[in-house]
């Protein structure tokens, strides 16, 4: 027997009722739901960062602004 998936897209503005329906679908998921959950971002907030790291890296670059070593980032994850 073949199975079909499906995926569903809920959007849910108010963080509680987020938190109920997450729990509620948690339930599931002994049946074999996946819950993935997807944030949606403001453009202009990731325009700035972008912004905002391409600066920094010109910074480094200049010798303005130290980086910290890759392993303290890696020992943050």
């Known amino acids: ?8 897209t ?5 963080d509680s009722i987020a938190e109920r329906v997450v729990w509620m679908l948690n ?3 002994i049946d074999g ?5 997807n944030s949606t971002y403001n453009i202009s907030d990731i ?9 920094e890296l010109n910074l480094i670059n200049e010798g303005k602004l130290t980086a910290k070593p890759i ?6 994850l």
């Open 1 to 8: 027997m073949r199975c079909i998936l499906k995926t569903l």
């Open 71 to 76: 392993e303290e980032l890696f020992n943050e």
């Open 33 to 37: 739901l996946i819950i993935k959950e």
């Open 27 to 29: 339930h599931f998921t």
């Open 47 to 55: 325009e700035n960062s972008i912004s905002q790291s391409v600066t």
């Open 10 to 14: 809920i959007e849910i503005p108010n």
